[in-house]
């Protein structure tokens, strides 16, 4: 069965600082993978999708990135955050035998102080 | 643009009553349509998904949706709330012919009083 991993569960990070969020996905080959933020009140907003490795699309310019260095691996970093770079980050991963299905992590809870 | 419309931010009920959560989208093509709930703290979790065929979709936790393509529309319904039920509910779509990604709505929290 299919499992999707993210860490850490929690973060606080100063203002300025850098990040680095993990995914990582087991079970399934060459997924389509997705970054979303989750802010109060604001829903879930797509930050980044991958359809496969070294394949980044951002859907919102803003001062974060993402990387795909394996086929089941999707990293969201920044080199200094912001403080509106604080909510709950989502990895979701989906294939063609999911049916359009997107399957979600436990969330990153990341705080920016 | 595609979107999708969660009227009710939140939505308070009794336990034992009929659980109500609206979702309207905006495309004249009918989408692909899903409901997801999310507990504190964790991930969405699937409930139910209407892709073709019968328009009365039934889901996990004893929960459906009904797809009414007349008023663009995929409401989540449960006849008898539960405690268990309290948690925050999104509707997302995603447009046929399209590379797949899923547009949500904002959300609404379901809250159950005992």
């Known amino acids: 069965s299919q499992t999707i991993h993210q860490w850490p569960a929690t973060l606080v990070q100063p203002v300025g600082s850098p990040l680095s969020l993990e995914c990582t996905v087991e079970?399934?080959?060459?997924?389509?993978l997705y970054w979303y933020r989750q802010a109060a009140g604001r829903g879930l907003q797509l930050l980044f999708y991958?359809?496969?490795?070294?394949?980044i699309s951002s859907e919102v310019p803003q001062n974060l990135s993402a990387s795909r260095p394996q086929d089941r691996q999707f990293i969201l970093s920044s080199k200094k955050l912001l403080l509106s770079d604080s909510g709950f980050y989502l990895c979701a991963w989906a294939n063609g035998a999911s049916g359009r299905i997107q399957f979600f992590g436990p969330g990153t809870r990341l705080t920016v102080l | 643009a595609q979107s999708v419309t969660q009227l009710g931010s939140h939505v308070s009920v009794s336990e034992g009553a009929l659980v109500l959560l609206r979702c309207n989208y905006s495309s004249s093509v009918p989408p692909y349509l899903f409901w997801y709930v999310q507990y504190p703290n964790q991930g969405l979790q699937l409930l139910l998904k209407y892709t073709t065929g019968a328009t009365l979709v039934k889901g996990i936790n004893g929960f459906e949706a009904e797809f009414k393509k007349s008023e663009t529309s995929f409401h989540l319904t449960k006849p008898s709330a539960h405690m268990s039920d309290a948690a925050e509910y999104f509707c997302a779509v995603s447009e046929r012919g399209s590379q797949g990604n899923l547009i949500f709505g904002k959300g609404t929290k379901l809250s159950v009083k005992p």
């Open positions: 079970g399934t080959s060459n997924p389509n």
């Open positions: 991958s359809v496969g490795i070294g394949q």
